[in-house]
């Protein structure tokens, strides 16, 4: 069976590089929506199983799962030499 890498953290650890609380929850379904700007969420629909794992699925605690990422283009100094201005803005 293959894994789904979505695991459930207690609300108070600090330590997200084992696999958590129960273990691979592999949901029936999991759907991941962003909103420009705005929030990121995870939807999962969790089998009812006989260790009970659905249980660690609740308010506090983190889930990790792997979800995509846009990447920014590279901007490089060469693409700025012959330009008359250059603005650089850091957060």
Same mark, same amino acid.
């Given at each position: ?22 273990? =691979? ?7 991941? /929506? ?10 999962? $629909? #969790? *089998?009812? =199983? ?7 699925? /609740? ?10 990422? $846009? #990447? *920014? ?19």
């Amino acid at each position: 069976m293959e894994k789904s890498g979505v695991y459930v953290y207690a609300h108070d650890t600090n330590d997200f590089s084992n696999t958590g609380l129960v273990g =691979d929850l592999m949901p029936f379904q999991a759907v991941f /929506k962003e909103e420009k700007n705005g929030i990121s969420q995870i939807t999962l $629909r #969790v *089998p009812y =199983d006989q260790y009970k794992r659905w249980q660690a699925c /609740k308010v506090g605690n983190y889930i990790k799962a792997r979800v995509p990422v $846009r #990447v *920014p283009p590279v901007v490089s100094e060469d693409q700025y030499a012959n330009s008359t201005e250059v603005y650089r803005y850091q957060e």
